[in-house]
């Protein structure tokens, strides 16, 4: 069993960003006078459609959507950095942004790293494979396979978990997995069922791959805050709460992925 990170080019550029990011990026509040906002700034990959991309250079999504909601309603001017998954959690607790918004699923590993909040979404994962592949059944039977992930992701630890496969290459986004498998280069895809309908509904190539079997391993997701934090929480999930109940969480679902999500922990 061999576990990769995927393509060297991939994974340097995605350091690269990552490093300017921590460089350039921090969480200290706005200074522009008496009056002026704090700013709330959150990190996401912006790799994950709908949940967070790119948009013609500016970033968009349900979670960018329900990010600006909470930010704006603690008073707060949002503002949102990119980079690669795998050091978003890292950089959060080192005090380099206030959150992280990128479909954060509450797996165990990241309880233990992290505070979340309660959760606004929930998600599983499926099998992606080419269209005209059938050997692949679901996403818990991966013997013998080259499998594909979002390195860092929730999905990368449920596979690892579910094991067989002879090969794990890890992406530093959900496009360069879909590619992969769509070329033939991986024979499986796992990432999550939201992103997964999504790409292959709009992507040119979406024709070309299928989902296989159930979704498996469905948990809640959250905004990801420091471990320490004890202060924002409460305030978040008030926001999040209050969203829930004046149903606007669930029109942004709708809006974005088609249907509502049942969103407890």
């Known amino acids: ?70 930010a704006e309603e603690l008073g707060m001017k949002p503002e949102f950095v990119s980079g690669q998954l795998s050091g978003l959690l890292p950089g959060l607790n080192a005090g380099k942004f206030d959150a992280v918004m990128s479909g954060l699923t509450m797996t165990d590993e990241r309880k233990e790293s992290i505070t979340f909040s309660t959760p606004y979404l929930a998600d599983g994962a499926v099998a992606v494979v080419a269209a005209g592949n059938t050997t692949v059944t ?27 496969f002879t090969e794990l290459r890890a992406y530093p986004g959900a496009p360069e997995g879909f ?28 024709k ?3 989902i296989v079997g159930d979704v498996y391993a469905v948990k809640p997701a959250g905004v990801g805050l420091p471990k320490s934090d004890t202060e924002m929480k409460p305030k978040i999930d008030a926001v999040i709460e209050e ?23």
């Open 1 to 70: 069993m061999r576990i990769l990170t995927g393509h060297k080019s991939l994974a340097v550029a995605g350091a690269t960003a990552l490093a300017l990011l921590l460089a350039g990026c921090g969480s200290d509040s706005s200074s522009g006078g008496e009056g002026s906002e704090d700013t709330f700034l959150i990190a996401t990959s912006g790799t994950f459609r709908p949940i967070t991309f790119d948009d013609g250079g500016k970033l968009n999504g349900y979670d960018i959507e329900v990010g600006t909601r909470i």
């Open 138 to 164: 679901d996403v818990t039977a991966l013997d013998g396979l080259v499998v594909g992930v979002i390195g860092g992701s929730g999905t990368e630890a449920d596979i690892k978990g579910v094991g067989g």
């Open 179 to 206: 590619a992969d498998v769509a070329a033939g280069r991986i024979d499986v895809f796992a990432t999550g069922r939201i992103a997964a309908e999504n790409y292959i509904e709009i992507a040119p190539n979406g």
């Open 208 to 210: 070309d791959l299928k």
């Open 243 to 265: 969203m829930r109940a004046d149903g606007s969480l669930a029109e942004l679902q709708q809006k974005w992925f088609g249907f509502t999500i049942e969103t407890s922990e």
